[in-house]
């Protein structure tokens, strides 16, 4: 539970600018528990800066952020000890998917999946156990010893998703998850993803997938120039009434 509330995430009024450039321009954002919604948008709208901010891995320079009823007003910078602890109960809370996977080439499958349990104080037979069952359920079981520089990309990337899952998040936030993988590699992480979303997780997924945005997602929210532009259901923003431009944009992603 999230302290009684039903929207794990809660953003408003959201600014973030690096130097000169405006890049979020007070977005407002909320995605209920067990929602999936896909973020689109063209190159340079923000996206990205939108995803990583909800984790603070960007600190964003005006707004509020509520994740899993934990708040942070980000006006006042986020050095302060209450803040940066709540930034820290946030990201316990919270898992992140990359596009470039970021696994530790040194360390297996299985510890890559398994390290933050440990990290976090869980028994090694114990956390081996999830590892494993986390493995399987991405359909890597039989990988468990090898090294990322032995896997492909899409193996690399659902063992990411593993790693993710161990930390039992509440929300997923999935940054391009599949911009990286040739397209032959793309489905088996789709399929994960599309697992996850029909067991109910909570996902928030940057994408250019346009199938799975159709028929995954509950939202899709297009973002342009650091504005939420569209903010609907993908029967609506896929159907003949969605507005020019966003019928402009996805004619270009074909
Ligand atoms: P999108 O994900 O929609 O492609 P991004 O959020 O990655 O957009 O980028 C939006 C804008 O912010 C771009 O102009 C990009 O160059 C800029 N930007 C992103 N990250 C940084 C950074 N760390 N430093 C400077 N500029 C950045």
Do not use: W
Request: contains cysteine.
């Amino acid at each position: 539970m999230n302290g009684g509330h039903s929207h794990t995430v809660r953003v408003r009024g959201l600014k973030k600018a690096f130097g000169a450039n405006q890049v979020l321009r007070g977005v407002d954002l909320e995605v209920r528990q067990g929602e999936v919604v896909v973020i689109m948008g063209p190159s340079g709208s923000g996206k990205t800066t939108l995803i990583r901010s909800l984790n603070f891995l960007e600190t964003p320079d005006d707004g509020h952020v509520e994740i899993c009823g934990i708040g942070v007003a980000c006006a006042g910078g986020t050095g302060d000890r209450a803040t940066r602890q709540a930034i820290q109960h946030i990201r316990r809370r919270t898992a992140m998917v990359f596009q470039s996977f970021n696994l530790f080439p040194h360390m297996t499958a299985l510890q890559n999946v398994i390290e933050g349990l440990l990290a976090k104080g869980v028994a090694r037979d114990a956390a081996i156990q999830t590892g494993m069952r986390l493995l399987d359920r991405v359909g890597l079981s039989e990988k468990a010893a090898q090294y990322p520089g032995k896997l492909s990309g899409g193996q690399k990337q659902r063992v990411a998703i593993a790693r993710a899952l161990a930390m039992a998040p509440e929300v997923i936030f999935f940054d391009e998850p599949t911009s990286a993988l040739d397209p032959e590699l793309r489905d088996d992480v789709l399929h994960v993803m599309r697992e996850l979303a029909a067991e109910g997780m909570t996902m928030l997924v940057v994408t250019h997938e346009t199938r799975f945005a159709r028929d995954a997602a509950d939202r899709i929210v297009f973002m342009e120039g650091g504005h939420i532009l569209a903010n609907c259901p993908p029967e609506e923003f896929f159907g003949d009434q969605a507005s020019e431009r966003c019928r402009q944009f996805l004619g270009r992603l074909g």
